[in-house]
């Protein structure tokens, strides 16, 4: 055999080879299996559509399991778990935790994890933003917004007795006052009447012109002029309430028709629809306006869960998602797209409550803002119950709220 047969031999062996090896496919390394464990505040029905929501995630992405818990006391339960690295990877928690939760190393901020301001700007809403930044950083992603406004059944309530201008609280009182006077009924049902609830205080604080309770150094506005008009109004309105005011009486008295409007949040929403009420939401004051985030935990990273943790947070507060979760639970969402399309923009809740939160204060991610819950609340059960007067509760809440703030620097 010549040696040109023999080199033209040993090239095609070589390229037939070369051939083959070309169409082998090497088999793909399957996805590594992740769980991200997800300790949350969501409960009942609303929690059924967000599981949903979740459970499409994991669809699209089988290697990814996502574990959904409710801690009855997630504060402590976090302080336990994440030094022991037993702890979740995202939490589902409000806004004003971050301050807190970044002091004691259980979050960590995302500018570090590549989210950017571009990117907050470019997917939520103004409010929304604001309530997951703190000294100069991101902790958190933004899902839905929530604030306090007047649901009003619309078959017991005529335009006549509703407020014409959501900070005119005289305008309120009168309303409530002929209402009172031509129907026998009560107007205004809200469970922080009698109860020591400062969230549902705060349209009426808000309104009067009281900035915060506690600012971001820790300095808290209880006794300020503002404050001590708008409990003085508080004291009043007591004339023309009902006896005993709780969320389950304010419900079943709007279901009933025994009360005009309850002053409550997009979280009543279905139950009132459930109850066959013909509901229309205006607002009324300023009422502070809650932010519900997702926040990156300590042990996400040291699991180097980091990038699947941050695709399903990302997920979680897409227009898309929002959206979906809009329209069967009535939340407002964060993410503009959500919040400015067509089918979320006929909803009621969603224009009502959007109208109110306009008026609100933020609430704040400083540490300092735990502080202001019990002084608060406290002091408005102090003014309903007659124990003190409008100035002595609020200047005894201006001293618990400074001495509650000393003990946290």
């Not at 959904?68 to 939490?91: C, M, Q, R, T």
Request: proline residues 6%.
């Amino acid at each position: 055999m010549s040696k040109k047969l023999m080199m033209l031999i040993s090239l095609v062996l070589i390229a037939t080879f070369v051939l083959a090896a070309c169409n082998t496919k090497t088999p793909e390394p399957a996805a590594k299996e992740v769980t991200i464990k997800i300790w949350h505040q969501w409960d009942g029905k609303y929690l059924d559509a967000i599981t949903a929501a979740f459970n499409d995630y994991t669809a699209a992405h089988p290697n990814v399991k996502i574990d959904l818990s409710k801690p009855e006391d997630v504060a402590n339960a976090l302080n336990v778990a994440i030094p022991a690295g037993e702890g979740p990877d995202i939490i589902g928690w409000a806004n004003d935790k971050i301050g807190e939760q970044a002091l004691k190393g259980n979050i960590v901020n995302l500018d570090d994890k590549g989210i950017t301001m571009d990117f907050l700007k470019a997917t939520y809403e103004p409010a929304a933003i604001n309530g997951v930044m703190w000294q100069g950083k991101i902790w958190a992603l933004p899902e839905t917004q929530e604030g306090i406004a007047l649901i009003y059944n619309k078959d017991v309530v005529s335009d006549k007795y509703l407020p014409s201008d959501p900070l005119n609280f005289d305008d309120l009182y009168a309303k409530a006052e002929a209402f009172q006077k031509d129907t026998g009924k009560v107007l205004v049902c809200n469970q922080a009447f009698g109860g020591s609830d400062a969230y549902h205080m705060s349209p009426i604080f808000f309104g009067f012109g009281l900035p915060n309770y506690i600012d971001e150094t820790g300095k808290p506005n209880l006794n300020a002029p503002e404050a001590i008009k708008a409990a003085e109004w508080f004291a009043k309105f007591k004339n023309v309430s009902l006896a005993e005011n709780s969320y389950d009486i304010c419900k079943a008295a709007l279901k009933e028709g025994k009360v005009g409007m309850w002053w409550t949040g997009p979280w009543a929403v279905a139950g009132v629809e459930e109850d066959g009420v013909n509901y229309g939401i205006i607002p009324m004051g300023r009422p502070f306006v809650g932010i519900k985030t997702l926040m990156l935990t300590k042990n996400a990273v040291d699991r180097g869960n980091t990038d699947v943790a941050l695709d399903v947070m990302k997920y979680f507060t897409s227009a898309e998602v929002q959206k979906k979760l809009s329209l069967v639970n009535k939340t407002i969402p964060a993410a503009t797209a959500a919040l400015k399309d067509p089918e979320v923009q006929k909803l009621p809740a969603v224009v009502g409550f959007g109208a109110a939160l306009n008026l609100g204060v933020p609430m704040s991610p400083s540490p300092y803002s735990s502080a202001q819950w019990d002084p608060v609340g406290k002091a408005s059960q102090a003014i309903w119950q007659g124990a003190a007067s409008p100035a002595d509760a609020m200047a005894a809440a201006q001293k618990a709220a400074e001495d509650a703030v000393a003990q946290m620097k």
